[in-house]
């Protein structure tokens, strides 16, 4: 795993400044590739690569990039892994097509490809991860890619006027605020989806003029056509509404289907333990994490190394879970339990970590198991993307019950009752509901909740539903003044349905969205901040592809999700080890807020400083800070969204 950045500008510098630009982009997020750094610089074309090495497979330096194709057409900066590749190696040479190869690095072999076969057969052919820049010395052009399901971040943009207009690209926004024409303005217009969701998403950033490319996207400049030029070689959404494609698999019975899945995770989890160096996997004793470590396990000739988080508090605590499969299955098992004190100590670091504002509050955890893990290897696998490809989530099938049985009554009838539910006091429904049901400790009070409930029901469309579903603020609108929200993929920008059902569409809306958006760029600045590299097996996209396939019914079953994945995994771990409840990398922070980080979240959310900032509407945010701190609701999630921009602003200034 590696960090890439570089810049496309008019002729006009001399190459020693432009090799000193690119460097210092590169110095900017070093942690991304600590074993060696390199640089290219054509000063005619106004062209500059810089790369940042960890190194993983082939630690010679036949491995150094920016890396020339033989053919001397292509240099290739490239953030990732193609775990087919030694099969690509095959069949070049099988074709008479192969160079004479230097070393046995997937960059060379996919540079080979693109000399033989091309950008887009080359990409068709490869399975893996990662975030490509390309550039083309024939034809003068830069092309970015990143991959199908964006486990790799690549962020772009023009930036600067006239003769210092220049074109930025990096792994992370801190490379290409490196670059003296970066200007750093802060997008208004995406500080609602911000408070709504945790994160910016899709194609947007934080800042004006920068952009993400999207999963199974690539992107291509010149000087000469300037103008950014997506264009998809793969689309998840594609995918999910076609179930699985074309060529899909289709299968006589569910064990035939159970058996065909696990041979094919077998093979996508073998190809993912390719690795020079240690390798091992965070294991929670999920059904997700526990398959990956079982087929690990099983294709392995020594204990796989394992690695869990522990927390002293039973209700967050997974990791004698952890332990009990990990002992099953005979792995070399290392587990850390932390308390509140070093969770709490990672939050000064988040700000930084996370260039680009962004508040899953599990990214506390995350960065301590990484942090774990990496005083043993370099390379971890995860159970990434099982609950959104074998609808995991149980807000899937909560969100299909409640929009079958609110269908049943007219969208007025159902608008009037949840205004009903609102006009009451909320002091008046905590105390009748605390009666029946407490609320549990850190939750939203029953009020709260009931309001919230009151608001689904209310939802007009399976997408509408599922957009509350994901959201934190329910009107972010209000204190973002002067907002114009920017559609989204969960709104107006919604991807072809099909005949997808309520679970399916929410499966695919999240795999579009929340996974890479949230999940995966979690993972991302968490494993890279410790120069870690994080595999995903599931995120295969031929498992994808084949997961798709999958009539929903292998998916949920008996009231059971991950069906056919439970199937596999009970091949190697007794059932009674893993069926327990969902519980997710959950931290405190409503309490936290109230407690230890109160007076670290007072001074972010001093109204006299909003009100100097200017971002945020100080009235709605004292009033969301007062209910949180009086008890009367849990604001916990809505407000470490708000601080984490607030510790994102404060840092970068």
Same mark, same amino acid.
């Given at each position: 795993?590696?960090?890439?950045?570089?810049?496309?500008?008019?002729?006009?510098?001399?190459?020693?400044? &432009?090799?000193?630009?690119?460097?210092?982009?590169?110095?900017?997020?070093?942690?991304?590739?600590?074993?060696?750094?390199?640089?290219?610089?054509?000063?005619?074309?106004?062209?500059?690569?810089?790369?940042?090495?960890?190194?993983?497979?082939?630690?010679?330096?036949?491995?150094?990039?920016?890396?020339?194709?033989?053919?001397?057409?292509?240099?290739?900066?490239?953030?990732?892994?193609?775990?087919?590749?030694?099969?690509?190696?095959?069949?070049?040479?099988?074709?008479?097509?192969?160079?004479?190869?230097?070393?046995?690095? $997937?960059?060379?072999?996919?540079?080979?490809?693109?000399?033989?076969?091309?950008?887009?057969?080359?990409?068709?052919?490869?399975?893996?991860?990662?975030?490509?820049?390309?550039?083309?010395?024939? $034809?003068?052009?830069?092309?970015?890619?990143?991959?199908?399901?964006?486990?790799?971040?690549?962020?772009?943009?023009?930036?600067?006027?006239?003769?210092?207009?220049?074109?930025?690209?990096?792994?992370?926004?801190?490379?290409?605020?490196?670059?003296?024409?970066?200007?750093?303005?802060?997008?208004?217009?995406?500080?609602?989806?911000?408070?709504?969701?945790?994160?910016?998403?899709? $194609?947007?950033?934080?800042?004006?003029?920068?952009?993400?490319?999207?999963?199974?996207?690539?992107?291509?400049?010149?000087?000469?056509?300037?103008?950014?030029?997506?264009?998809?070689?793969?689309?998840?959404?594609?995918?999910?509404?076609?179930?699985?494609?074309?060529?899909?698999?289709?299968?006589?019975?569910?064990?035939?289907?159970?058996?065909?899945?696990?041979?094919?995770?077998?093979?996508?989890?073998?190809?993912?333990?390719?690795?020079?160096?240690?390798?091992?996997?965070?294991?929670?004793?999920?059904?997700?994490?526990?398959?990956?470590?079982?087929?690990?396990?099983?294709?392995?000739?020594?204990?796989?190394?394992?690695?869990?988080?522990?927390?002293?508090?039973?209700?967050?605590?997974?990791?004698?879970?952890?332990?009990?499969?990990?002992?099953?299955?005979?792995?070399?098992?290392?587990?850390?339990?932390?308390?509140?004190?070093?969770?709490?100590?990672?939050?000064?670091?988040?700000?930084?970590?996370?260039?680009?504002?962004?508040?899953?509050?599990?990214?506390?955890?995350?960065?301590?198991?990484?942090?774990?893990?990496?005083?043993?290897?370099?390379?971890?696998?995860?159970?990434?993307?099982?609950?959104?490809?074998?609808?995991?989530?149980?807000?899937?099938?909560?969100?299909?019950?409640?929009?079958?049985?609110?269908?049943?009554?007219?969208?007025?009838?159902?608008?009037?009752?949840?205004?009903?539910?609102?006009?009451?006091?909320?002091?008046?429904?905590?105390?009748? &509901?605390?009666?029946?049901?407490?609320?549990?400790?850190?939750?939203?009070?029953?009020?709260?909740?009931?309001?919230?409930?009151?608001?689904?029901?209310?939802?007009?469309?399976?997408?509408?539903?599922?957009?509350?579903?994901?959201?934190?603020?329910?009107?972010?609108?209000?204190?973002?003044?002067?907002?114009?929200?920017?559609?989204?993929?969960?709104?107006?920008?919604?991807?072809?349905?099909?005949?997808?059902?309520?679970?399916?569409? &929410?499966?695919?809306?999240?795999?579009?969205?929340?996974?890479?958006?949230?999940?995966?760029?979690?993972?991302?600045?968490?494993?890279?901040?410790?120069?870690?590299?994080?595999?995903?097996?599931?995120?295969?996209?031929?498992?994808?592809?084949?997961?798709?396939?999958?009539?929903?019914?292998?998916?949920?079953?008996?009231?059971?999700?991950?069906?056919?994945?439970?199937?596999?995994?009970?091949?190697?771990?007794?059932?009674?080890?893993?069926?327990?409840?969902?519980?997710?990398?959950?931290?405190?922070?409503?309490?936290?807020?109230?407690?230890?980080?109160?007076?670290?979240?007072?001074?972010?959310?001093?109204?006299?400083?909003?009100?100097?900032?200017?971002?945020?509407?100080?009235?709605?945010?004292?009033?969301?800070?007062?209910?949180?701190?009086?008890?009367?609701?849990?604001?916990?999630?809505?407000?470490?969204?708000?601080?984490?921009?607030?510790?994102?602003?404060?840092?970068?200034?």
């Amino acid at each position: 795993m590696c960090g890439i950045t570089g810049y496309l500008a008019p002729p006009g510098d001399r190459a020693d400044t &432009m090799t000193a630009r690119v460097r210092g982009m590169a110095d900017a997020i070093a942690y991304r590739g600590p074993d060696s750094r390199g640089d290219w610089v054509d000063a005619n074309a106004g062209i500059a690569l810089g790369h940042l090495r960890l190194a993983i497979v082939d630690l010679t330096p036949a491995g150094h990039q920016p890396m020339p194709s033989a053919s001397g057409r292509y240099v290739l900066d490239f953030n990732g892994e193609i775990y087919n590749h030694a099969a690509l190696r095959a069949e070049l040479d099988a074709a008479g097509k192969a160079p004479n190869w230097r070393g046995h690095s $997937d960059t060379e072999t996919l540079l080979a490809g693109f000399d033989a076969w091309g950008v887009e057969p080359t990409l068709a052919r490869a399975v893996g991860m990662f975030a490509i820049a390309l550039w083309d010395r024939q $034809d003068r052009s830069l092309t970015l890619i990143r991959d199908r399901l964006g486990e790799k971040p690549i962020y772009y943009g023009w930036q600067g006027t006239g003769p210092a207009r220049t074109f930025l690209f990096g792994s992370e926004l801190k490379a290409l605020a490196a670059h003296p024409a970066f200007e750093g303005r802060i997008r208004r217009d995406v500080l609602p989806e911000f408070l709504r969701h945790g994160h910016v998403g899709e $194609d947007r950033s934080i800042h004006d003029g920068i952009a993400k490319v999207r999963p199974g996207e690539m992107v291509t400049v010149s000087l000469t056509a300037p103008e950014p030029a997506p264009r998809p070689y793969w689309s998840g959404a594609t995918v999910a509404a076609t179930r699985g494609g074309p060529g899909a698999p289709r299968f006589a019975t569910p064990e035939a289907a159970v058996d065909a899945l696990e041979t094919l995770l077998l093979d996508a989890v073998g190809q993912q333990l390719m690795a020079d160096v240690p390798l091992g996997a965070f294991l929670s004793g999920g059904i997700d994490s526990s398959t990956i470590v079982a087929l690990m396990q099983r294709l392995s000739d020594r204990p796989a190394l394992t690695f869990s988080i522990g927390f002293h508090e039973a209700r967050y605590n997974e990791a004698e879970h952890a332990k009990a499969v990990a002992k099953h299955l005979g792995t070399d098992h290392t587990e850390l339990y932390v308390g509140e004190a070093e969770l709490l100590a990672v939050v000064p670091r988040l700000a930084t970590m996370y260039d680009e504002p962004f508040a899953d509050s599990s990214q506390i955890p995350t960065f301590m198991v990484a942090q774990l893990a990496r005083q043993h290897v370099t390379v971890a696998l995860s159970g990434d993307g099982g609950d959104e490809l074998f609808a995991g989530y149980d807000r899937y099938a909560q969100g299909a019950a409640l929009m079958a049985r609110a269908g049943r009554l007219p969208l007025p009838l159902r608008r009037a009752g949840a205004a009903a539910v609102r006009a009451l006091p909320m002091a008046l429904t905590d105390a009748v &509901m605390e009666r029946f049901r407490p609320t549990p400790q850190g939750k939203e009070p029953n009020g709260q909740r009931l309001r919230r409930l009151a608001d689904y029901l209310q939802s007009a469309n399976t997408d509408e539903l599922h957009r509350k579903l994901v959201s934190r603020w329910r009107f972010p609108e209000d204190a973002v003044p002067g907002a114009r929200p920017v559609p989204t993929m969960l709104d107006a920008l919604a991807p072809a349905r099909g005949d997808l059902s309520d679970i399916e569409r &929410m499966m695919q809306l999240d795999m579009l969205t929340y996974m890479p958006d949230d999940i995966l760029a979690k993972v991302d600045r968490a494993t890279m901040a410790v120069s870690l590299e994080s595999r995903a097996p599931f995120l295969d996209h031929r498992v994808v592809e084949f997961a798709w396939a999958l009539p929903l019914d292998y998916k949920r079953r008996e009231g059971k999700s991950k069906w056919a994945l439970r199937q596999v995994l009970y091949r190697h771990v007794p059932r009674e080890l893993v069926e327990r409840p969902k519980m997710g990398f959950e931290v405190p922070i409503g309490p936290w807020l109230r407690g230890p980080l109160r007076d670290w979240a007072a001074a972010l959310l001093d109204p006299a400083r909003l009100r100097r900032e200017g971002w945020f509407e100080p009235a709605v945010i004292a009033r969301t800070w007062d209910e949180h701190l009086s008890g009367r609701c849990n604001w916990g999630m809505q407000l470490w969204n708000v601080l984490m921009f607030q510790a994102w602003l404060e840092a970068r200034q």
